[in-house]
C-alpha cells in the first residue's frame, strides 16, 4: 500500500490523495469502500485526528463528506466516510449496516479495518476517532459506540429510526442481552458513560409515517432519542440532546450542533492539531487536479 509521505510532493499521486480521495474498497469486504477528505494542513509528520461519518439510508455520502469539509479545514481533521451499498443481502437490502452484523457481514470490523489503512497510508491518528451518523449512520454510531468505546472520542448520533438501549434484559439490537455470543464483545455500561454523546434531530423528524409505511408501526425519532438519552444517563454518560427548531430529517439542516459538539470534544480531548489559519485554502470549493 502506498503510503502519501513516501511519494515526492511534486507527485500526481499527492494530489489523488490529498483533499478528496478516490473510493477505495474496505479491506475486509471489498463489496463495501470508503472516501476521505485529507485537508490542506496535512504534511507528512502529520498525525491528524480522525472523524468517521456514517450516511443514512440514502447513501448521500458525496454530501456527507463534503458537508464535513470546513470542519477539516478549520480544525486538521481526515474526514472518513464508509460507504455500505445496498443489496448485500438480497437486491432490497438498504438496512445491513445499521445493526453492526447482517448476512455474515461485522461492520463495525469494516469500519476498524477502513482505519487501519487510514492510519498507514496518511499517518492519521486511528487509536480512537470522532464518530457521527445521521438516520441509520446514527443507529450504526450508538451501536458502535457500546462495542467499541475504547476506539472513540466522542459520538453524535442523529435522528435514529431505532435505538439500543443499555438494558440487559433485551437482546440485540434492542438491547444488550446477548452482545458477548453474538459479537464476542461483553457491553461495558461504565465504559460507555466515559464517552460524551451528543443526540440530535430536527424538530418536524417525526418519521412514523415512514415506519407504519414499512410496516414496523413504532415510536418516533424523538421519541426513540429520549429512550436513547434516558438509558444512558442512567449510567452517568454525558449525554445532551438537542432538537432544531423548523428542520424535519435533514442530516445537513441537523450539523451545525453536531459540528459544534465535535468541535469541543476535539478540543477538550486534546488531540486537535495546531492550524495556521492563513494558510487555509477555500478547500470546499477547489476540485482535486
Not at 456514517?54 to 458537508?67: I, K, Y
Not at 428542520?247 to 478540543?267: C, D, K, N
Request: aromatic residues 6%; contains cysteine; charged residues 20%.
Amino acid at each position: 500500500m502506498i503510503r502519501v509521505a513516501d511519494l515526492p510532493a511534486t507527485h500526481p499521486g499527492r494530489r489523488l490523495l490529498t483533499k478528496r480521495s478516490p473510493f477505495f474498497v474496505a479491506p475486509r469486504d471489498p463489496r463495501c469502500s470508503y472516501s476521505v477528505y485529507v485537508p490542506t494542513s496535512w504534511t507528512p509528520d502529520s498525525e491528524l485526528p480522525v472523524l468517521v461519518a456514517v450516511h443514512g439510508t440514502g447513501r448521500s455520502v458525496g454530501e456527507l463528506r463534503e458537508g464535513f469539509i470546513p470542519f477539516a479545514e478549520q480544525h486538521g481533521v481526515i474526514v472518513v466516510v464508509p460507504l455500505f451499498p445496498v443489496g448485500l443481502n438480497g437486491p432490497d437490502d438498504v438496512d445491513n449496516y445499521k445493526t453492526i452484523d447482517s448476512g455474515g457481514v461485522r461492520f463495525d470490523l469494516v469500519v476498524l479495518d477502513i482505519l487501519e489503512e487510514v492510519r498507514h497510508r496518511w499517518h492519521a491518528r486511528t487509536d480512537r476517532v470522532l464518530l457521527c451518523g445521521h438516520s441509520g449512520g446514527g443507529q450504526f454510531a450508538n451501536r458502535f459506540l457500546y462495542l467499541h468505546p475504547d476506539r472513540v472520542i466522542a459520538v453524535a448520533v442523529g435522528a435514529p429510526g431505532s435505538v439500543t438501549v443499555l438494558d440487559e434484559a433485551l437482546d440485540w439490537p434492542e438491547g444488550i442481552a446477548d452482545t458477548e455470543r453474538r459479537f464476542g464483545i461483553p457491553v461495558d455500561p461504565a465504559a460507555v458513560a466515559r464517552i460524551p454523546v451528543l443526540l440530535v434531530v430536527g424538530a418536524e423528524d417525526d418519521g412514523r409515517a415512514d415506519l407504519a409505511a414499512m410496516g414496523r408501526a413504532g415510536r418516533s425519532r424523538p421519541e426513540e432519542l429520549s429512550r436513547l438519552r434516558e438509558s444512558l444517563a442512567q449510567h452517568g454518560s454525558p449525554v445532551r440532546m438537542v432538537v432544531v427548531p423548523g428542520v424535519g430529517h435533514s442530516a445537513p439542516g441537523t450539523r451545525a450542533p453536531v459540528v459544534e459538539f465535535l468541535t469541543t470534544q476535539l478540543a477538550e480531548a486534546g488531540v486537535a492539531p495546531s492550524v495556521d489559519q492563513e494558510s487555509l485554502v477555500s478547500a470546499s470549493e477547489m476540485p482535486n487536479a
